[in-house]
């Protein structure tokens, strides 16, 4: 191709070599081997394809609804062929000629009873030979290369000829196999080779699939052989600080200052745990529990249990408003116990951090620190760091965590925390090398938040549940999405929302609370909701983790549809803590995209997070490449998809696990292909060995 092309196929698809574009899949096929007669379409076929000419051109309709039709026929009956686009008629009708043989292509509709073809392909009848075609690819291209006259059929062009050079019929074989031979017959999968030909080009619907397969599954298994490995390898390694007792401040606290009786849940966790910190190894391990579960006090027994240990712990959490959240409960809850507790922000400046708190780190003397990311940064260096727990970050990586590893000789201890259920599939590829606990029990007395739906088209209802809440006592929350903090329009919605509030409700106080304001200005108005002197909390989704005011009893969502179901659900809970009735309510515009509607169906249907996630999952799928890159294997998944195959996924770890028992020290010959190929993959992304 030329530079002009090769340069949009670099910059829109990433496809700068002949590697790039083997490996650039079709996303369908059509079966071009059978051509229909008219009388045989019906409008829920597939695509198909008719041989016949064109009887004549005419012009229907007015406006937007101007169309150009040809009728079109085979010698037995006719159909009609649709354009809508009033711009090409001129084109079209210059271009395919009355009389002459077409194939036509498409996908079969009805209209005032007769059959159709909207905007067809038409290909000259005597230039197309159909049985070549067979399974014919579609890739997906993007507007600019449309622009740039790149479609489809242009890749088609451009595949043709690279499957040519690379299975050339000399028989040589450029495609080297990566997966040993033993697997391959366990499996029964096609050769690399094979696979990759008929991605592109199969010959049969049998053929695509066991090639899609073969693909698929070569994709997750080096995913969780990579995983696996390393995991063993920390294992074998790492050793973890031994802490040999509860000690006395877990047990202090827990005979006179437990402000409740732990859930069973929680009971269990903390034990999970506790088993993981005096083994000997390193404890890796993600908590799991929805909302409102209760993690921030098992969060805080365990860290009783590491300055017991005389270990120094730090808490992190995503965002200012929670660290300081964090900061102040743990405060409340261990005031009258000897412990030092400290908060690391970025808002903690000057003097005060150097002297209290990254002074008292270094010698030892601050036994909890709780904070933001600053935590992390090179200035903050502990004199025996043995626990680290992260809040809220499902996010946080395998790179994330491996620097702070590097904040001691021996690595700390590390929980991650979240209220993000994930679901199993994505687990095992996210956390591959994570142990999961999973706090499935609320604490008791909570009664199940329920959710409808408002339209802003009429907000009457809102204010109306707004003021019965209100009159009741309770505390309100309403959050508009700001999704970038500097989105102008967005502050403007959130701004006036918090007007006309404050016009429908005169007599009530009113907080607002955004990330743009000034930290101190921030916490000034939380605290005036947390402790009760405003009624309503206007807010952008700054709120949207682990706050906590149990008596806030209603979330009302503006811009419901803006958001996707986690947030949502996260959203959510940060009502129901009390034991009153709380209520979540959803307001969107009366119109809505039908994959909108579904999630907050699912909102008003379920409390259940796992559902929720699982949903997520399939509804919007795993987002790009993302979750691979958080699992810091960082392999591109071109083909395999986590929300749906996770079978797959649990086949493949399968697979790797007997591999790894089989050769434990990796030098087994009938895996030397395998193991080579690991390592090519795994130089591109993070070196694992200076990690453990
Ligand atoms: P999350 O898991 O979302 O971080 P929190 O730790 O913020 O949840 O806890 C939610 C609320 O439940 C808090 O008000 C907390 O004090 C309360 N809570 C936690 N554990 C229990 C328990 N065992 N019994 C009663 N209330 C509890
Ligand atoms: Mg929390």
Not at 30 to 38: E, G
Not at 297 to 324: F, H, R, S
Not at 356 to 377: D, K, S, Y
Request: proline residues 4%.
């Amino acid at each position: 191709m030329g530079p002009t092309r090769a340069e949009v196929l670099e910059k829109e698809l990433g496809i700068s070599t002949f590697h790039d574009l083997l490996f650039y899949f079709p996303y369908k096929h059509i079966d071009r081997t059978h051509l229909f007669y008219i009388h045989e379409l019906t409008a829920d076929m597939p695509f198909v394809q008719v041989l016949g000419e064109i009887l004549s051109f005419e012009e229907e309709g007015k406006g937007r609804k101007r169309r150009l039709i040809a009728h079109f026929t085979d010698g037995r009956s006719i159909m009609d062929l649709v354009w809508f686009q009033s711009s090409s008629f001129r084109w079209i009708k210059k271009n395919y000629l009355i009389g002459k043989k077409y194939i036509v292509f498409g996908r079969p509709g009805i209209f005032n009873q007769r059959i159709n073809i909207p905007h067809p392909d038409i290909d000259p009848a005597d230039t197309l030979q159909v049985d070549a075609i067979g399974l014919q690819p579609y890739y997906n291209t993007t507007d600019k290369m449309k622009k740039a006259g790149m479609n489809s059929h242009s890749i088609e062009r451009f595949t043709t000829t690279l499957i040519a050079k690379v299975f050339p019929s000399d028989g040589t074989n450029y495609i080297g196999e990566t997966l040993p031979d033993h697997l391959i017959q366990r499996l029964m999968l096609v050769s690399r080779g094979q696979s990759l030909h008929d991605l592109h080009y199969p010959g049969s619907a049998e053929a695509l699939r066991r090639a899609t397969y073969r693909q698929k599954f070569e994709e997750l298994f080096f995913i969780q052989l990579s995983l696996l490995r390393y995991t063993r390898l920390r294992q074998q390694k790492v050793h973890g600080y031994v802490f040999s007792t509860v000690g006395t401040y877990f047990n202090t606290f827990y005979s006179n200052y437990l402000p409740f009786q732990l859930t069973g849940a929680q009971q269990r966790v903390i034990r999970e745990m506790w088993n993981d910190m005096r083994s000997g190894r390193q404890m890796n391990r993600l908590l799991q529990g929805d909302v409102g579960s209760g993690k921030t006090l098992v969060a805080l027994l365990l860290m009783l249990i590491a300055i017991g240990n005389d270990y120094q712990t730090c808490l992190m959490a995503p965002t200012e408003i929670l660290a300081e959240q964090h900061y102040a409960t743990f405060r409340e809850l261990l005031k009258d116990m000897p412990v030092r507790v400290e908060l690391l922000t970025g808002n903690v400046k000057g003097k005060k951090r150097r002297g209290p708190i990254l002074e008292g780190t270094l010698t030892g003397e601050v036994q909890i620190l709780i904070g933001t990311h600053a935590v992390l940064e090179d200035t903050v260096e502990f004199r025996r760091l043995g626990l680290v727990i992260i809040d809220e970050q499902h996010r946080f990586g395998v790179a994330q965590r491996a620097r702070l590893w590097k904040k001691s000789e021996t690595p700390p201890h590390v929980l991650v925390m979240t209220a993000t259920p994930i679901p199993r599939t994505l687990a095992m590829t996210l956390y591959g090398d994570l142990d999961v606990s999973v706090i499935d029990e609320m604490p008791p007395g909570r009664k199940p938040i329920e959710t409808r739906h408002f339209w802003t088209e009429k907000p009457e209802a809102l204010y109306h549940s707004i003021r019965r809440e209100v009159q009741k006592g309770r505390q309100v929350y309403v959050v508009y999405p700001l999704i970038k903090e500097s989105e102008k329009a967005d502050m403007q919605d959130l701004e006036n929302g918090y007007a006309q509030l404050c016009g429908i409700f005169p007599d009530l106080h009113i907080s607002k609370v955004h990330g743009k304001m000034k930290a101190a200005e921030k916490d000034a108005e939380m605290e005036r909701f947390v402790s009760g002197e405003t009624q309503i909390l206007v807010a952008t989704t700054v709120i949207e983790v682990g706050v906590n005011v149990p008596n806030a009893s209603v979330m009302v969502i503006q811009n419901a549809e803006r958001f996707g179901l986690a947030q949502l659900h996260q959203l959510r809970g940060r009502v129901g803590r009390g034991a009153e009735q709380s209520y979540c309510i959803l307001v969107t515009k009366y119109e809505l995209a039908k994959e909108t509607r579904q999630r907050i169906d699912i909102m008003c249907e379920t409390n259940d997070g796992f559902e929720i996630a699982e949903a997520d999952l399939k509804l919007r799928g795993p987002g790009d490449l993302e979750g691979t890159q958080q699992s810091g294997v960082a392999f591109d998944l071109h083909i395999a998809n986590l929300a749906r195959d996770g079978q797959l996924v649990q086949l493949a770890r399968d697979m790797a696990n007997d591999i790894l028992d089989a050769d434990p020290d990796q030098n087994r010959p009938e895996n030397a292909l395998m193991w080579a190929h690991l390592r090519e993959l795994n130089k591109k992304q993070i070196d694992w060995s200076s990690i453990s």
